[in-house]
């Protein structure tokens, strides 16, 4: 197979410059993007995407990191569940460092509770065979992009034939969350940025709807700065236009279906929950999925159910991380930003994870808002 | 069946005594190690002494380019030369799993002895210790060292507004390489890391009469730990452009896949410089000559404009603060 460059050419700084130049030039009103995807955030922080854009361009950071929607109460589920003797925890990335109501996995962890934190999802079926005597619960997070991942393993468990391996489901859906944003009338978004590998899955045609609905272009865009750029431009030709569709500029990888064999598999094993709270939003009804009825013996939340808290909790009232998500307010806005909330010890959503706006704004963002000193 | 090491090779009698001599004496081979008394007994020609101290433990113990045994001789030889310091002699301590491959062991020691003939460096006196199964993972390394110091005046202290600012080799390999290498993540890839003692790049500067102001080698943190630091202590701006700063395009690969950034793994035999304005094409030029320091480039600037802080200058004109690293190193999700 011959090498293909997925990074540098997709980074050339001519193509930036002039993308930048041709955007300035035909921008002529204030456009607020809302990036759905924490990866988009990341990209436009890394890159400092807006500092090489005209002013009247403002990125608005939508709910698109699943650890950083996740709210305390599932995460004290998972304290709950690994914290059961004789029992193996396993999960993504950096749930692991999320505080629930008292503590984290990663502090429980330190204690000598067995908690996993997997790169490749299937390990999970390894880890289980591996401890035949023992529980091993995968609590599944993501959205569109990690959920087929974690049908496969349901498919795996079934056909193997597994008893010891359980799944706690908190997996969740774009267009619900897009809409809850959009529904309450007050956010100020003209326009979306598509998530990118969410679309790989789900296909473009999920915001076909949104675009309708509000009026707002919606561009699906790939992770890189110039594909992030590029996408831009396509909104602000749109805008210009006075049209709203869907665009695919991550044409490399999107179609208007998506994965079709993903799809099935997720509509075999999952389906949609009627509520799940999403942190710093509130509920969002049937924007998340569980593990349909025929598989309750493999639901976590069913078989353990006596375990598992049951209260609500909201983050601390000084967090504006609601407003954030809305595009109501930036991350410098909130009081606690980066003094009583850091990446080491997030007090709200977006701090927690470093796909969260708050956590790139800390990590990326201090030198510049639009190129000035903070 | 394979030779083990059993718990009798640290109890101290005749296993011990065959395993120092015929693993560890016919390896390390000197006179003074092998006069086997209680202490060595040293002359040193300069008065100013460097001394440090380091243990090595690294899962996997083997990984492409190298081994636990090549960590434990180059990272404690590149601590004694970023103090200007000639490395001179070496104590060794190993921590060894019961059951431990002597095969493997040998390697390592093998790996620890070639490395030791780039700086000249001896093992002067050392340690054996086996402890039973689970106590340690597999094998765990410390070694100290002292050497002469040869150049005075390198210290994080000394960062001047005009300093230029150097990397020796590409940044992130040995991370990298690490990471793809770990059970949970299995990468294939041809990454090798850059250990490497580097005691005959910085005595070739020192005879060029180079003004080196700082010196550091990017180990953990990486390179934004060492410009961190060094904008902090100095209390003065480090501007690096990173369109100079290399980067092997495989690093570039797994911190996209993985959610990293090159700039906060690992290296093991890779510096970061501070000279005087003036100096740096002479330095880049020594440094090319030099294996392990040939992919060298000047990466920026020493100035006064964010005080303590690092700024990276993106090619399309865009800029950020460098972070310095924190917390766990985990995988990004989707």
């Known amino acids: 197979m011959p090498e293909v460059d997925l990074i540098e050419g997709f980074r050339d700084p001519a193509h930036m410059k002039a993308l930048a130049q041709v955007i300035a030039k035909e921008c002529v009103s204030k456009i607020n993007i809302m990036e759905v995807c924490g990866g988009h955030t990341h990209t436009i922080m890394k890159f400092g995407l807006s500092q090489i854009l005209p002013d009247n361009i403002e990125f608005v950071h939508g709910p698109g990191c699943p650890v950083c929607i996740m709210p305390k109460e599932r995460i004290d589920h998972a304290i709950a569940l690994a914290s059961m003797p004789n029992t193996i925890l396993a999960t993504l990335g950096d749930m692991i460092r999320v505080p629930g109501s008292q503590t984290s996995l990663q502090k429980l962890r330190a204690e000598g509770k067995d908690i996993r934190s997997l790169y490749s999802p299937l390990d999970v079926i390894k880890i289980a065979k591996e401890n035949p005597d023992k529980h091993v619960i995968f609590f599944a997070i993501g959205f569109e992009t990690t959920t087929p991942m974690t049908s496969v393993i349901i498919e795996q468990v079934t056909e193997q034939k597994l008893s010891n391996l359980y799944f706690h489901i908190n997996h969740v859906t774009v267009p619900e969350a897009v809409d809850a944003i959009m529904s309450g009338g007050d956010a100020k978004i003209d326009a979306f940025l598509g998530p990118s590998h969410v679309s790989v899955i789900t296909g473009y045609k999920i915001y076909e709807p949104i675009a309708q609905k509000y009026g707002t272009p919606v561009v699906v865009s790939g992770f890189e700065p110039t594909d992030v750029m590029e996408s831009v431009l396509r909104i602000v030709r749109q805008i210009n236009a006075k049209k709203s569709f869907v665009d695919n500029e991550y044409a490399r990888a999107v179609s208007r279906e998506g994965n079709l064999k993903a799809q099935a598999l997720n509509d075999k094993y999952l389906e949609k929950r009627s509520h799940f709270r999403w942190r710093g939003i509130g509920d969002i009804p049937y924007s998340a999925l569980k593990l349909r009825d025929e598989y309750a013996h493999l639901d976590a939340e069913v078989v353990f159910k006596t375990l598992l808290p049951t209260v609500e909790l909201n983050d601390h009232k000084s967090c504006i991380c609601g407003s954030i998500l809305k595009g109501l307010a930036k991350p410098f806005d909130c009081k606690v930003f980066g003094k009583a909330c850091t990446p080491t010890s997030p007090m709200g959503s977006c701090m927690v994870s470093s796909e969260g706006a708050c956590s790139a704004y800390f990590k990326y963002g201090k030198l510049s808002q639009k190129g000035g000193m903070v | ?334």
């Open chain 2, 1 to 334: 069946m394979s030779k083990k090491i059993l718990l009798s090779h640290g109890g101290g009698g005749e296993e011990t005594q065959s395993l120092i001599k015929e693993l560890f004496f016919k390896h390390f081979d000197n006179e003074i190690l092998l006069r086997m008394e209680d202490a060595a007994s040293l002359v040193m020609e300069s008065k100013k002494i460097a001394f440090t101290t380091d243990s090595f433990t690294v899962t996997p113990l083997f990984f492409n380019g190298g081994n636990i045994g090549k960590l434990a001789i180059a990272g404690t030889v590149n601590d004694l030369v970023m103090m200007g310091a000639k490395p001179r002699y070496l104590t060794c301590s190993f921590m060894i799993e019961e059951g431990f491959a002597y095969d493997s062991l040998e390697q390592i020691v093998i790996a620890m002895r070639d490395e030791m003939t780039k700086s000249g460096v001896k093992i002067v006196a050392g340690d054996t210790k086996v402890v039973p199964k689970g106590g340690v993972d597999g094998l765990f390394i410390n070694t100290s060292g002292i050497g002469e110091i040869v150049y005075e005046g390198i210290s994080a202290h000394h960062l001047k507004e005009g300093n230029v600012i150097l990397v020796s080799n590409e940044v992130g390999n040995h991370g990298a390489c690490i990471l793809a290498k770990r059970e949970e993540i299995e990468l294939e890839s041809e990454l090798k890391t850059d250990c490497a003692s580097l005691w005959k790049p910085v005595e070739a500067l020192i005879h060029a009469g180079i003004k080196v102001n700082a010196l550091r080698d990017a180990t953990r943190g990486g390179l934004s730990a060492v410009l961190n630091e060094w904008a902090e202590t100095s209390e003065i701006c480090i501007e690096v452009d990173e369109a100079k700063i290399p980067v092997a395009s495989e690093v570039k690969g797994v911190c996209e896949l993985l959610g990293f950034e090159p700039y906060e793994f690992a290296n093991e035999g890779t510096m970061v410089l501070c000279v005087e304005k003036g100096e740096e094409d002479k330095a880049l030029a020594i440094l090319r000559t030099f294996v392990e320091t040939q992919k060298a480039s000047i990466i920026g600037i020493v100035s006064e404009k964010y005080k303590g802080k690092v700024v990276l200058n993106t090619p399309w004109g865009s800029k950020r603060f460098l972070e310095p690293p924190k917390g766990e190193l985990l995988p990004r999700i989707c």
